[in-house]
């Protein structure tokens, strides 16, 4: 058989399930159906499938028949949640499947299948450290490659991750163009991902921005093209398997995947040997994705990386169900704070407990990887996007969740207030410290709100003395009190409450006119204008540092709330997404806003608040919603919270209109950023999954504001062509996707409940551009601020019986750039992460993102360590799943710094260090 000139000589079969921690049932149901679960009369599992233990109980059996290992069968398992929890409740099967030694393979070895557009960067590297870590010790056993057939499409900057965890290939299925819909793009815009594949090869080299790569298959006949085989069919089935994968295959080797969902194990080995004894001269295998892998890469016929952009696949998802993302964020945001807290707080006890360190520190690490396992489930593909069925949304996954963010802030609070209880304060005459937190690497200077304990009367304290001068305080509308900081890198300051009056340098103020009919928030970069006319949506924006600071930089009203009729869509998909014939998502004009309340709620000088009380009539009914605008001093940017519920039939969205036409959108992505046009396939919104920032950009490239968000992903344009740009607050479409297994559309729909969103609208002096005046998120600095929005410095009351074992000011590690290969790039790394290493917890592990696209000089500075006791041994570059890197640089450590060449996006440093006494 042959196609682009290449003759087909050997099929590898990988037996292997596609084990979803949830969907149609709850992950205990997945692992023991037992009692079978009966939903209206439909039950899960097939014939040909079962749970996860009945799965991996008949898989054991091939591989180790008869007590003896089966050198001619292989089996590959994914998703190291499901094998945990069968090799806890079945230790004796589990050790029959210990003995097939690496004839089973761990393919991606995450505690779940991640979706890689939606989950926050760092918990997606962490759902296959927990996975990967745990079945190194109990298996003896590590992934080569990841495998995510099931995702909704596929981040395009995903090699990033794969090749920061040491990853070499991946497979998958969903993208743009393919089945089921089968979707083209509109006139112009093609070809789909599933197009070029199919034209250029299903195998070939996926190239990131950064120069990430990752060898790539797309499984074109679905991750469950070989579930039909049989030792009954293997001829005819293995025929059918060449005949529709050759002709675009690049090499001379197939890749059949041999399961679906819950698919009970096939005798890949028996097909293999009826196949080969009828006479082809193409050999079929039993084997591994690994086999396939080794066997393409060697033949030398992949080519160059290519750039590869496979979303959208469903982009409904993205605004499905917000709760889910925002809780998932919150976690992970409060567990990355808790590690970096949690360091500090342990080398504390180090000066002190000697060798009860280590005890000390083997706990915080236990915590830390107990909490991490919680959260990681919430990276699958059918629960942060939202599109499980709803009892498994609301039994399940939102407990789950809100019982992670809850322990995640708790373990982030502790470590803090044991930071506080020890610092070395040195407060004057009626005075009382503060510790001032920043989790970010990075310095940064911003607004503190601080919670003020029962018994303390916050009219005593007029200003805060910082280590640079007095600055004001101002109470919040809640009680609380505001005022200005500087913290340094991933650490705190102490500060102190103070009877001492001061003057800000800079106010934030807000003023009305016409009789209280319109207001403005101001600050010296931002003037924000909104009215009763335009029912408190926003009329005008000026970019006061701009070189016409009077001139609207919107194209008309904005962030106004539209309500997209979206009937015809399901948890999963936008009404257009469901095929061609299907209506695009068009705006309800017949939609009356009146308002119903008004109220300032802070008047400056650090911060100005108005809130809006409005109601929506949609379909005739009302929904009432509370819109929020609040102006820091100094922000370029202004913050809005919009709060609602979605009627049923619709999509609501915030609609901006900017001042020029939108042609492509520079955005974060889980780990990275791009910046392509969007390919369209549709009229109307089209959406894309953004992370931290968004800059939409004119067809020059010129920026023409930027958003930033910690967990409103769902961000496109409005329509081809237009100046409008949406973003998704809530959706509650007509169809429910579980229909097919007899369950009806929940009451009120899949989510009728009530949802805060909020975003921040930046004006375009400040962002960084290139030479030509284009967008450039490449120096960090977009992130930089989305970073300080999404993550504000925190501050707590120092207890007045310190102990004083913890110096006043503690800045951890930062992180600089010695120098950029290409000369006209100017970036600023960032710490991401810094927590015990999971081999060792006495070491440290840091991780280094540099966005520059070039390779990078950097020098982690870890003065702080060295403050608190410690002395630094030794570095090593490390994969981000802690596992060393065959020839790697070694890095120079000299005194507390320790430098290397950053040449990718993402680099981890294992940095070993000594405390006294230990």
């Known amino acids: 058989m042959t196609k682009l000139g290449v003759t087909i000589s050997k099929v590898i079969l990988c037996t292997t399930p596609h084990l979803d921690w949830d969907w149609i049932l709850p992950f205990t149901a997945l692992c023991s159906n037992n009692p079978p679960y009966d939903i209206n009369g439909f039950t899960y599992f097939s014939a040909t499938g079962g749970d996860a233990f009945t799965i991996f109980s008949q898989a054991s059996g091939f591989l180790v028949p008869n007590g003896a290992p089966n050198p001619a069968y292989f089996y590959s398992i994914c998703e190291m949640g499901f094998l945990k929890a069968f090799t806890e409740a079945n230790p004796q099967l589990a050790g029959v499947l210990k003995q097939a030694g690496t004839n089973v393979e761990i393919l991606g070895g995450g505690v779940t299948s991640p979706d890689s557009l939606l989950p926050h960067g760092e918990a997606f590297l962490r759902n296959y450290l927990t996975g990967t870590n745990w079945v190194q010790q109990a298996y003896g056993l590590f992934p080569k490659h990841a495998y995510v057939p099931d995702d909704f499409g596929h981040d395009s900057q995903l090699p990033v991750m794969l090749t920061a965890m040491g990853f070499q290939g991946v497979t998958f299925e969903r993208v743009a163009g393919g089945a089921p819909t089968n979707i083209p793009p509109l006139k112009g815009q093609g070809p789909s991902p599933a197009q070029w594949m199919t034209d250029n090869g299903t195998e070939f080299i996926w190239g990131a921005r950064d120069g990430s790569t990752a060898v790539a298959h797309w499984m074109q006949n679905g991750y469950g093209q070989g579930s039909n085989l049989t030792t009954e069919n293997a001829v005819s089935a293995i025929q059918s398997y060449i005949t529709a994968n050759a002709p675009s295959s690049v090499t001379p080797f197939l890749y059949v995947p041999v399961g679906t969902d819950f698919a009970l194990p096939v005798d890949t080995a028996a097909c293999a040997q009826i196949w080969n004894e009828s006479g082809s001269a193409v050999v079929a295998v039993a084997g591994t994705f690994d086999d396939y892998i080794q066997a393409i890469v060697d033949s030398g016929l992949l080519g160059a990386p290519q750039a590869f952009r496979p979303q959208p696949y469903y982009s409904g998802c993205y605004q499905t169900r917000p709760r889910i993302k925002r809780l998932h964020n919150d976690a992970t945001r409060a567990l990355l704070g808790a590690e970096i807290f949690g360091v500090i707080a342990g080398a504390r006890n180090a000066k002190s407990c000697g060798g009860a360190w280590t005890v000390e520190l083997q706990a915080r690490t236990s915590a830390l990887r107990e909490a991490w396992l919680g959260l990681a489930p919430s990276t699958h593909h059918d629960f942060i996007t939202g599109t499980a069925a709803d009892y498994v949304y609301r039994g399940e996954q939102l407990p789950r969740l809100a019982a992670a963010r809850t322990g995640a802030e708790g373990l982030r609070l502790d470590a803090m207030s044991e930071i506080a209880a020890q610092v070395d304060a040195a407060p004057q005459s009626d005075e009382l410290p503060i510790v001032v937190f920043n989790q970010l690497g990075f310095q940064r200077s911003g607004l503190v709100e601080l919670t003020v304990p029962s018994a303390l009367d916050p009219s005593f304290f007029s200003s805060v003395r910082t280590p640079s001068g007095n600055v004001p305080l101002q109470p919040s509308a809640e009680g609380g009190l505001l005022f200005a900081a500087t913290g340094e890198s991933l650490g705190y300051t102490t500060c102190y409450l103070s009877p001492e009056t001061a003057s800000a340098t800079s106010e934030a103020t807000i003023t009305t006119s016409n009789g209280g009919d319109s207001y403005v928030l101001a600050n010296s970069l931002i003037s924000v204008e909104v009215s009763a006319a335009s029912a408190w949506a926003i009329d005008t924006i000026l970019d006061l540092q701009s070189g016409d600071p009077q001139a609207n930089i919107l194209g008309g009203t904005s962030n106004q709330i539209g309500f997209y009729n979206d009937a015809d869509g399901n948890n999963y998909r936008y009404a257009p997404e469901q095929g061609q014939g299907y209506p695009a998502l068009t705006l309800d004009t017949n939609v009356t806003t009146t308002v119903t309340g008004l109220q300032v709620l802070e008047t400056g000088p650090l911060r100005v608040r108005l809130q809006a009380e409005l109601t929506c009539r949609v379909a005739d009914a009302d929904y009432p919603y509370v819109v929020e605008y609040l102006l820091v001093a100094d922000e370029p940017f202004v913050r809005m919270r919009t709060t609602g519920a979605c009627p049923l039939n619709y999509s609501a969205m915030t609609m901006f209109q900017l001042g020029a036409e939108v042609d492509a959108i520079a955005q974060g992505t889980p780990y990275h950023w791009?910046?392509?046009?969007?390919?369209?396939?549709?009229?109307?919104?089209?959406?894309?999954?953004?992370?931290?920032?968004?800059?939409?950009?004119?067809?020059?490239?010129?920026?023409?504001?930027?958003?930033?968000?910690?967990?409103?992903?769902?961000?496109?344009?409005?329509?081809?062509?237009?100046?409008?740009?949406?973003?998704?607050?809530?959706?509650?479409?007509?169809?429910?996707?579980?229909?097919?297994?007899?369950?009806?559309?929940?009451?009120?729909?899949?989510?009728?409940?009530?949802?805060?969103?909020?975003?921040?609208?930046?004006?375009?002096?400040?962002?960084?551009?290139?030479?030509?005046?284009?967008?450039?998120?490449?120096?960090?600095?977009?992130?930089?601020?989305?970073?300080?929005?999404?993550?504000?410095?925190?501050?707590?009351?120092?207890?007045?019986?310190?102990?004083?074992?913890?110096?006043?000011?503690?800045?951890?590690?930062?992180?600089?750039?010695?120098?950029?290969?290409?000369?006209?790039?100017?970036?600023?790394?960032?710490?991401?992460?810094?927590?015990?290493?999971?081999?060792?917890?006495?070491?440290?592990?840091?991780?280094?993102?540099?966005?520059?696209?070039?390779?990078?000089?950097?020098?982690?500075?870890?003065?702080?360590?060295?403050?608190?006791?410690?002395?630094?041994?030794?570095?090593?570059?490390?994969?981000?799943?802690?596992?060393?890197?065959?020839?790697?640089?070694?890095?120079t450590v000299s005194g507390a710094d320790v430098a290397f060449t950053a040449g990718l996006a993402l680099a981890t440093l294992n940095v070993g260090w000594s405390a006294p006494n230990f």
Request: negative net charge.
């Open 674 to 891: 791009d910046d392509a046009v969007q390919v369209r396939y549709w009229d109307g919104p089209s959406m894309q999954a953004t992370h931290d920032f968004l800059i939409p950009e004119t067809t020059t490239g010129a920026p023409l504001a930027a958003i930033y968000h910690g967990a409103m992903p769902a961000w496109g344009q409005g329509a081809q062509n237009s100046a409008l740009l949406v973003g998704g607050l809530a959706r509650n479409p007509g169809q429910n996707y579980f229909g097919w297994c007899q369950l009806p559309l929940p009451p009120g729909g899949i989510d009728p409940d009530v949802h805060t969103m909020e975003y921040a609208f930046r004006v375009p002096t400040g962002i960084n551009v290139d030479s030509n005046g284009k967008a450039d998120p490449g120096n960090g600095a977009q992130l930089i601020e989305a970073l300080g929005y999404t993550t504000p410095l925190t501050a707590l009351v120092a207890p007045g019986n310190s102990t004083n074992q913890l110096p006043a000011a503690v800045s951890l590690a930062s992180v600089s750039a010695a120098s950029v290969s290409a000369a006209s790039v100017s970036a600023a790394p960032i710490l991401t992460a810094v927590k015990p290493s999971e081999a060792n917890p006495g070491n440290l592990i840091l991780r280094v993102y540099q966005p520059s696209n070039a390779a990078m000089d950097v020098t982690v500075s870890l003065a702080g360590l060295r403050a608190l006791g410690g002395t630094i041994q030794n570095a090593s570059l490390v994969t981000a799943l802690e596992q060393p890197i065959s020839d790697a640089q070694t890095p």
